[in-house]
């Protein structure tokens, strides 16, 4: 005999995107289970539930990667666009203080979005300890006019592009 669990909202939202979901789960609609379990409550057939789970995490953990990589190639792009470098330049091995200072506001943006530093280290071909050094560096530096006046123009610049994917 096959086995059903209840699963709610917001869970079964995820569940409904799997293929069978129609064959395996059954809205609860009488009486008794509405007051138990509320209006968005189905019953699932538990084997069939398991199987998905992971399927589920999977594309949420390869959605929030793209989402991360996204939000680099935003940061990087701005920056490379307010500064007048490459992103190219950024990545490269050279050392001079205009692509060291470009790489310190991209860390100071990527942190701001909550990326970690062996992520956005990888994303320019640096070790995560270059990347809390940078973070640090900037937080001295802010304070100096072109660090303040540049990392102003890269913020507005990062919200007029969220504004612009908003309206589309």
């Known amino acids: 005999m096959e086995k059903y669990i209840v699963i709610q909202r917001p869970e079964i939202q995820d569940y409904m995107e799997c293929k069978g979901f129609e064959d395996n789960a059954y809205l609860i609609n009488d009486e008794k289970g509405l007051d138990t379990f509320g209006s968005s409550a189905y019953f699932v057939n538990e084997v069939w539930a398991e199987n998905q789970e992971y399927l589920i995490k ?41 692509l060291i200072e ?13 990326i970690s530093t062996p992520v956005m280290g990888k994303a320019i071909n640096r070790h995560h300890s270059t990347m809390i050094n940078l973070i640090h560096q900037f937080e001295n530096d802010s304070h100096l006019p072109f660090f303040w006046e540049k990392s102003r123009e890269i913020e507005q610049f990062l919200n007029n592009m969220k504004n612009d994917s908003k309206t589309q």
């Open 58 to 98: 999977e594309t949420k953990n390869r959605l929030a990667q793209e989402a991360v990589k996204m939000t680099i190639n935003k940061i990087l792009f701005a920056v490379s666009t307010i500064l007048g470098i490459t992103i190219a330049e950024i990545k490269n091995n050279r050392k001079n203080r205009k």
């Open 102 to 114: 470009a790489r310190e506001m991209y860390a100071h943006f990527c942190r701001e979005e909550g």
